[in-house]
């Protein structure tokens, strides 16, 4: 009896070719955790709104994109 050995969901992956596959990292600032924990804080305060173009400006400094070890700008 040929019984197939349980597979890993991601195995397909792990059997591609290395040229084609890429790499797509995302970090996050140690930082960030603290700023929005920060923002929370400060909107429960106050009961006001936090400005969303200042927000999204710290979150896009904070969060780093790399493609098969390159850096992506993030938009």
Not at 20 to 29: G, N, P, S, V
Not at 35 to 53: A, K, S
Request: proline share 4%; net charge positive; glycine share 4%.
């Amino acid at each position: 009896m040929n019984a197939k050995p349980d597979t890993h969901p991601d195995a397909t992956f792990l059997h591609q070719d290395n040229d084609a596959a890429d790499l797509i990292e995302f970090r996050m600032a140690w930082w960030l955790k603290l700023y929005m924990l920060g923002v929370t804080i400060m909107c429960l305060l106050t009961g006001c709104e936090p400005q969303r173009e200042k927000s999204l400006y710290w979150c896009q400094k904070a969060i780093r994109a790399t493609c098969n070890g390159k850096r992506v700008k993030i938009s």
